[in-house]
Each structure stands twice: as structure tokens, then as C-alpha cells.
């Protein structure tokens, strides 16, 4: 990170929180596409298992954007994306490995790769499009109201990161966890995107504490003024 962007209110990336951070990130972004491969209905809700902790990791990116910047949030991206592929190659790699004898989940772990690749394609390019516009926001949300308005710059830029993402992913993912119609696919690219963004609402006094707690122990963040 530039000496530009440590002076406009940002902390540098050298200490113990950033890797922590962004290995938390990355974690949850592998999670949250294998969980994703399983179609989940309640009711005539439509939507997948990626449901259950991908909200959270707006809310990290939230964290990276607003204590160290959009360079080090976009650092964080990238290493997301290419662990992602890591995981996908590894997994079809896996299945040209000789089976065992007494392997009999063959054709079950396929199916579940093949779903997984179509999903890592279209996580890939919902969480590069909807981490991108969030970091951006965030910041530019920042140079505006400075230290003020946290609320504002958290949920602006959630509201339009999810949106992105949710219209890139759902677009590329719904054939791959049986989606067919459009009704269907409505619901499930609306409903994800609501879901999303009301997590982060609700989430909101926990991830205030946390950007408060790594500012005041930052020992190169500065605030803007």
C-alpha cells in the first residue's frame, strides 16, 4: 500500500489483523461455494446452501476496505479468487485419481464436482464484480463523509456490491443446482440479494465494534480528517 493511501486515513497492511483478515476471507469464500452446490427450499423460497456464511464475508471485506484501503481489500480479492481455483482444480483432479477398491461415492463425488465447477465459474465472477464494487464504495463512501457515517459507507456499499454479485452469480449458477424457470430464478437472485444485505444490517453493531477495535490497535492508521 502507498504512503498516499496510508495518509488519506488507511493503515498499512504489515501487521498481525491483515492476514488474519484475509486467510478468515478466503476461508469462508471456499465454504460458502461448496455449500452452494446443494439447492435449498423453504417453502417457495428458492436459494442455496451458500446462504449460510456468505453474508459474511461482505462484512470482512468491509473491514479491509475501511481500516486498510481498496488496494489491500482488492489483495484480499484476488487471493479469494485464486484459492478458489486452487480448490476447483484440485477437485477434478481428484476424480481421474484411481479409485480405491472399496471407494463406492465415485459417481456422488463427481456429480458434486461438476456442480462445484459450475458454481466456483460463477462465484468467481459474481465475488470479483460484487467485492470489487463494495471495496470501491466503501472508500469512495469514505473520502466524502471521512470518519463519519460508517453506517452509511457499510450498508451503500453492500446494498450495491450484493447486487452485483447476485446478478452475475445467480445468472451463471441457477442451471446448476436445478433452476429452470424464470419464476424460480427471480426469486432466488431476489431473495439472495435481500438476504444478503439484511444480514449485514443486522450485523451491523458487531462489525462497527470490530473496525473500532483494529483502528485503535492499528498502529499506522490514522483517521481521516
Known sequence: MNDTEHASGFARVGSAYYP??????TALVIISNVTATKGVAFGPII???GF???????????VLSEVYGFKAAR????????????????????IYLPAADFYEN???????????TQLIVAGLAGFLVGQTINAWAVVAIKARTKEKHLWARLIGSTFLGQLGDSLVFCAIAANAIGISTF??????????????TAVEVVLLPV?????????????????MV
Not at 106 to 116: I, K, L, M, R, T
Not at 212 to 222: H, L, N, V, W
Open 106 to 116: 465415485q459417481a456422488h463425488f463427481e456429480n458434486v464436482v461438476h456442480s462445484y
Open 207 to 223: 462489525t462497527y465494534r470490530v473496525i473500532a477495535f483494529i483502528k485503535r490497535r492499528e498502529p499506522s492508521y490514522e483517521p
Open 183 to 196: 419464476r424460480d430464478f427471480a426469486v432466488y437472485t431476489a431473495l439472495g440479494w435481500f438476504y444478503k
Open 75 to 94: 489483495r484480499a480479492i484476488i487471493l479469494g479468487f485464486a484459492m478458489n481455483a486452487l480448490a476447483a482444480f484440485a477437485f477434478w483432479l481428484t
Open 20 to 25: 488474519v483478515l484475509v486467510s478468515v476471507f
Open 47 to 49: 436459494t442455496d446452501g
Open 52 to 62: 449460510i456464511v456468505f453474508p459474511l464475508t461482505y462484512i470482512i471485506g468491509d
